[in-house]
């Protein structure tokens, strides 16, 4: 499974390369995300809604899941990837995020 950066994740979605899903809970996602990401539970996780024009690149709070996410749907032909060290490296890297609460933060 390929895998990129916080930082490659950021430019890929910013500039529509590719399309980012976070498949953590709601919770987590309202406590700190990117709004350029699209939230999409893996616990409600159906492969058949993904779009298939572009790459996807899957997040998660540390990359386990998001590599879950990436082996369920590699099979299908699909080009996806792994955000390594998922949200956390994100805001470690002092990324762009946001909250329900105004204050973003992962833990």
């Known amino acids: 499974m390929e895998t990129v950066t916080p930082q490659e994740a950021l430019e890929m979605v910013k500039t529509g390369v590719a399309y980012g899903i976070d498949v953590r809970e709601i919770d ?22 993904l779009p298939t024009d572009k790459p996807i690149i899957f997040i998660c709070r540390s990359g386990n899941r998001s590599g879950k996410a990436c082996n369920a749907v590699e099979p299908t032909g699909l080009k996806v990837m792994n955000m390594s060290g998922g949200m956390l490296a994100w805001q470690e890297a002092g990324l762009p995020m946001s909250a329900v609460n105004g204050t973003p933060l992962i833990s």
Do not use: Q
């Not at 700190?32 to 492969?47: A, D, M, Q």
């Open 28 to 49: 987590e996602w309202n406590s700190g995300h990117f709004e350029l990401f699209t939230l999409s539970p893996l616990s409600e996780f159906e492969s058949a809604s």
